[in-house]
């Protein structure tokens, strides 16, 4: 039951985190491509989460722990992206 409110929680975190670039000027629009790069990868990442998620009931669950696994490790490299970029811009 543990894994499941795991994954309910990174299921979550990617819904929020997700969404989208914060509004930035022009010039600072070819600096994100990276960034969009990585949130277009989790996005994907969370609907193929969400497709597994109906295979729960057929046993694949190492396959889907697998999964959470990526979607989170996505995830941590999209912040960590975003957290470079936003330091550049600071400099």
């Known amino acids: 039951m543990s894994r499941l409110r795991h994954l309910r929680s990174v299921t979550a975190l990617a819904s929020r985190g997700g ?3 914060p509004s930035r ?8 491509v990276d960034e969009t790069k990585v949130l277009v ?3 994907n990442m969370k609907k193929q989460l969400l497709v597994l998620w109906g295979y729960l ?6 396959y ?3 999964e ?3 979607l989170h490790n996505a995830l941590e490299q999209a912040r960590q992206v975003k957290k ?3 330091q550049d811009l600071k400099n």
Request: hydrophobic residues 30%; contains cysteine; aromatic residues 4%.
């Open 68 to 70: 959470s696994i990526q």
């Open 57 to 62: 009931s057929c046993g694949s669950m190492g």
């Open 19 to 21: 969404r989208g670039l």
């Open 84 to 86: 470079k970029k936003k």
């Open 25 to 32: 000027p022009t010039s600072a629009v070819s600096k994100d």
């Open 64 to 66: 889907l722990a697998w």
């Open 41 to 43: 990868e989790v996005r």
